[in-house]
């Protein structure tokens, strides 16, 4: 099996790392020659890919690819990928499965209240809209070519270098107080063995929330990272005073409490940071 990924972040690269020994072959791309010549240091087969054009050498990374993982955003004019290299994409001869990761930020605000991959979008921001829109694009596309095509809804991402226990540290972590807002997460290694377990599923996918078992206050899960480090737990801050960017803001305009049972059951997936008291010590 060869894999190509298109968009090597945060999530992707841990993906990479735990997923060599299954495929024969990982090609992956950046959007700047800056990153791709330090992929290329670290021994990574990178190639370019602006979002705007194909190379010779990124086509032939498609047509030998049985999977394709696609973790870069879509942007105003769509879904890169789909926008550019669609045409490859459907003369592909090897290409047998798909994976996309789109966010649970396509739910939308729901009141708190539970919701699974059966329940209405309703996405609020753009950003999310611009997920839905790229998951039909997606869903188009594998059924014309007829593969299969695995879509993972990803909550908030966090891990080592990306968690509360760094913003502890760096002294940027506020304890910002919005009453019943709740808020869903992922650890990387998560996101890395779940997209492991998908590949190597033998049936077909579908639509699968990425998300721990345990939805929580914001506010909590600082003070449980201030508790694992011994430092003070940072004062209160309502959210009526807190001074949040309109993204940072938008955030906290939808609460919902995103459900995993899907990807426990059909993929038997057992998740190793199930809430985020594991995620926060396995950072520690």
């Known amino acids: 099996m060869n894999l190509l990924i298109l968009g090597f972040g945060y999530s992707a690269s841990a993906f990479a790392l735990e997923a060599r020994e299954l495929f024969s072959s990982i090609t992956v791309t950046a959007r700047s020659p800056e990153k791709v010549a330090r992929l290329r240091a670290e021994g990574w087969d990178a190639l370019p890919f602006d979002g705007e054009n194909a190379t010779p050498d990124l086509e032939a990374a498609i047509a030998r690819a049985t999977h394709i993982l696609v973790s870069a955003p879509p942007g105003d004019r769509g879904d890169p990928a789909l926008r550019v290299l669609r045409a490859s994409f459907a003369a592909s001869p090897a290409l047998k499965r798909l994976i996309y990761l789109s966010t649970v930020g396509v739910y939308g605000d729901h009141e708190g209240q539970w919701v699974d991959e059966e329940s209405p979008l309703k996405p609020v921001s753009l950003r999310?809209?611009?997920?839905?829109?790229?998951?039909?694009?997606?869903?188009?596309?594998?059924?014309?070519?007829?593969?299969?095509?695995?879509?993972?809804?990803?909550?908030?991402?966090?891990?080592?270098?990306?968690?509360?226990?760094?913003?502890?540290?760096?002294?940027?972590?506020?304890?910002?107080?919005?009453?019943?807002?709740?808020?869903?997460?992922?650890?990387?290694?998560?996101?890395?063995?779940?997209?492991?377990?998908?590949?190597?599923?033998?049936?077909?996918?579908?639509?699968?929330?990425?998300?721990?078992?345990?939805?929580?206050?914001?506010?909590?899960?600082?003070?449980?990272?201030?508790?694992?480090?011994?430092?003070?737990?940072?004062?209160?801050?309502?959210?009526?005073?807190?001074?949040?960017?309109?993204?940072?803001?938008?955030?906290?305009?939808?609460?919902?409490?995103?459900?995993?049972?899907?990807?426990?059951?059909?993929?038997?997936?057992?998740?190793?940071?199930?809430?985020?008291?594991?995620?926060l010590q396995a950072c520690l």
């Open 128 to 279: 999310s809209r611009q997920r839905v829109e790229a998951e039909q694009g997606w869903q188009a596309f594998a059924r014309e070519k007829r593969c299969d095509l695995g879509i993972f809804r990803l909550s908030g991402i966090y891990g080592p270098g990306r968690s509360a226990i760094d913003n502890l540290r760096a002294g940027t972590a506020r304890r910002i107080i919005k009453p019943g807002q709740v808020f869903n997460r992922i650890h990387v290694a998560d996101i890395a063995g779940a997209l492991v377990a998908a590949s190597r599923h033998e049936g077909g996918l579908g639509i699968f929330n990425l998300t721990d078992l345990e939805p929580a206050p914001p506010q909590d899960v600082v003070e449980f990272a201030a508790t694992l480090l011994g430092m003070p737990v940072p004062p209160d801050i309502p959210f009526e005073d807190a001074q949040l960017s309109e993204m940072g803001r938008s955030f906290y305009g939808e609460n919902k409490r995103v459900a995993n049972g899907l990807i426990r059951s059909a993929l038997r997936y057992r998740f190793r940071c199930p809430t985020y008291r594991e995620g």
